[in-house]
């Protein structure tokens, strides 16, 4: 299960648990629940991921690359889709839970309710397509209404950087809204597997 | 062969007062005026479309031809050759196809869904949104049948069967070439429909249609048309449909056993328990296990848990999946939420269509977490007895069975539905039957024997003329339908075979099926007591 090391050597392991632990309010369903492994006491840390955006903008793609590290055409998610990603750091654990929401809108109900206790929220859209940036706007609403802004980290992901040469929306354009808006932004491909690892872990670090 | 329109009996059966258009065999005035006050009111509808005036002409030509041409009645044990069937160019679907090109119009059978405002809601083939005008056409035909008081029901040509099914607010419409008749092609409407409600109930249809009549459904859809595709191409070559009954999958006796234990015990362990709890592997059912209340309640419908197996089945490697669902015949006002997984990812690393999906149905909408408890014990109880493994080689190393294996090397292929059997096996109807290898190992090839079965099944439960034994031989084939009290079989021999001698090849597969029963079927599909029972089932949608 432990994910390559080696790939996250950028990110300072120690900063990133030391802003995870915070993070974990009490009384949420998911605790930190501190673990024990061979080498001595380990803690866990869950947490937990929403991907929110279109139908058909990557959202599950992601998942599955960042989860299983590969890439398959896949029919629209029904519903949500849960993952599982544990990842072995040298001070801790951080168990991920991602929950991939189908972005239809007669699965809201029933996804909102697993948004609860949501550490971070990804919102995704696609590069090719300039409507699905605007519904990933309404989608950032939604979330403001959810939660205070210090309970949440919030990035925005413009996927199927592969398919640039029918880009609809410019680079500077995601850019320039989420620092409007303090997110986090990122250009992913699935795909391709660009930025995928390191969308997620931005996230965990922030 | 009789002539095109000079038979006084055709293969649909055709009620007083039921309504069949059927041109030819109604050459009044009435009929011909439909034909003549198309283009007009087509042409109302179609403006507030893109598309263009003399497409539409074009394309109702070609769902609308007049003619009429019954099909042949043969008597029954009667030799009589079936005309070859036409076989379409095998492309892809596309939601790219253009509507325009000959190709689409020779699409063996084309299914199309719309609202009563005649806004587009689903094609099989082809962008629905570039058929706005055709089917404003569609509807145009249905208000002004419906404005003289009346209600089309299906339109026989000489090559076309039209088939208009009118549910709720929607209109289901089936331009088919299979020689399936009107009433399968309802059935496979009917079908199309409780696949819809699946996703949407028939409350929830009903509500946004109230609000606005003109709303568009596609954008509550979005994503369901690989659903529905992947419904009717499945039920292009698959006896799922036409014998209303689950498809099994063989496996040792012994195994099935454990892992029915398995499943029941898990099932009864969660909290709360899952109503239903199913295993299958590519669509094919392994096991199945009932919450008793649910069980006494009445059958499980085959055509409910063909739709969940549809909707989920081959959902593996997504994830662990979490989704509202209704079952129509069950309840179809009604939502139980499904969670599907994949059993034992570890070990199998692959996924795809070997992979076991575990299907549990609950009443809760937070039921999450419990649902995925019990997979992991599932998982856990089936690792450590071994079944885990065993199940995956049995998956993985060719699940079915080849039509030689019964011993009878002139038998090609048959469908087989045993009728009798432990009460547990009465309410999960099943069938088996082998997998189609040569010579019906091309797409055309499978479709026309399952056009054969459809034609001998029409035969066989013809409302007007049940038959008990149908001996049928057709160009390259010749087919025998035995139905009993006891079980419904067809059969595809060789056509040399004599009448004797399929009779007897019949006789020799009942018993190698009669012997190998437990390997087939679910004979005991385990119903288990939870310790919350929710009897009232469903949960009402709020």
Partial sequence: MGRDLGRHESFNESSLLQSAKPQLPMGMAQKATPGTSLEGIRPTYLYKVVLLGSTSVGKSSLAYRYVKNDFKESLPTVGCSFFTQTLNLEAGTVKFEIWDTAGQEKYHSVCHLYYRGAHAALLVYDITNKETLNRAKLWLRDLEKEFLPDEIVIALVGNKTDLAADREVATEEGEEFARTKGLLFMETSAKSNHHVNDIFMAIVSN | ?542
């Avoid at chain 2, 609000?211 to 039920?235: K, P, Q, T």
């Fill in chain 2, 1 to 542: 062969m009789a002539a095109p329109g000079s038979s006084p009996r055709d293969g649909t059966p055709e009620r007083p007062g039921e309504g069949v258009m059927s041109p030819a065999r109604h050459p009044s005035g009435e009929d011909e005026e439909v034909a003549a006050e198309l283009p007009a009111a087509m042409m109302s509808l179609g403006r507030h479309h893109r598309g263009e005036e003399e497409e539409d002409e074009e394309e109702e030509e070609a769902v609308t031809s007049p003619a009429c041409h019954p099909s042949e009645e043969e008597e029954a044990a009667a030799a009589v050759a079936l005309p070859a069937a036409v076989t379409s160019p095998g492309c892809r679907r596309g939601a790219e196809e253009d509507v325009t090109a000959a190709g689409w119009r020779c699409r063996r059978k084309h299914v199309f869904v719309l609202s009563e405002a005649g806004k587009p809601i689903y094609s099989r083939h082809g962008n629905e949104e570039a058929l706005a005008a055709t089917m404003g056409v569609m509807m145009a035909l249905v208000s002004f049948i419906q404005s003289g008081g009346n209600a089309i029901r299906a339109i026989c040509s000489e090559d076309r069967t039209l088939v208009f099914e009118q549910r709720g607010p929607l209109l289901l419409v089936s331009v088919s070439r299979t020689r399936q008749t009107a009433a399968q092609l309802r059935r496979e409407l009917a079908f199309v429909h409780e696949q819809i409600l699946s996703l949407l109930t028939r409350g929830g249809i009903a509500r946004v249609f109230a609000r606005r009549r003109g709303y568009d459904l596609r954008r509550l859809l979005a994503g369901a048309e690989a659903v529905l595709d992947r419904l009717l191409s499945g039920a292009a070559a698959d006896g799922r449909l036409l014998l209303g009954a689950a498809r099994c999958l063989p496996l040792p006796a012994p195994l099935r056993r454990a892992v029915s234990a398995a499943l029941r015990r898990a099932a009864a362990s969660a909290v709360p328990a899952p109503a239903l709890a199913v295993l299958a592997a590519g669509g094919r059912l392994v096991t199945a296990a009932r919450q008793r209340a649910l069980a006494e309640g009445g059958r499980l419908c085959a055509s409910d848990l063909h739709l969940l197996l549809n909707l989920l089945g081959s959902g593996a490697g997504a994830g662990e999946v979490w989704t509202p669902v209704c079952l129509p015949r069950f309840n179809p006002d009604g939502y139980f939420y499904a969670y599907a997984a994949a059993l034992g990812e570890e070990e199998d690393g692959g996924g795809g269509d070997s992979a076991v999906t575990l299907i549990l149905l609950s009443t809760e909408r937070e039921g999450f977490y419990a649902a995925a408890g019990c997979r992991r014990r599932l998982e856990e109880t089936l690792r450590a007895q071994g079944c885990l493994g065993e199940l995956g080689a049995a998956v993985r190393g060719g699940a079915g069975y080849g039509p030689a294996r019964a011993g009878a090397p002139e038998l090609r292929h048959f469908l087989y539905k045993p009728l009798e059997g432990p009460e547990e096996m009465q309410q999960l109807p099943q069938f088996t039957s082998p997998e189609l290898e040569e010579p019906y190992a091309s797409e055309e090839e499978q479709h026309r024997l399952f056009d054969l079965y459809h034609y001998l099944h029409s035969r066989v439960h013809s409302p007007h003329r049940p038959l008990r034994l149908l001996y049928h031989v057709a160009e390259k084939e010749t087919l025998l339908a035995w139905v009993t009290s006891k079980f419904e079989l067809y059969g595809c021999f060789s056509p040399l075979v004599t009448k004797a001698g399929a009779i007897g090849v019949l006789t020799k597969l009942l018993r190698w099926l009669k012997k190998e029963e437990d390997w087939l079927f679910i004979r005991y599909p385990p119903p288990y007591c939870a310790a919350p029972a929710r009897p009232e089932g469903a949960e009402s949608e709020g």
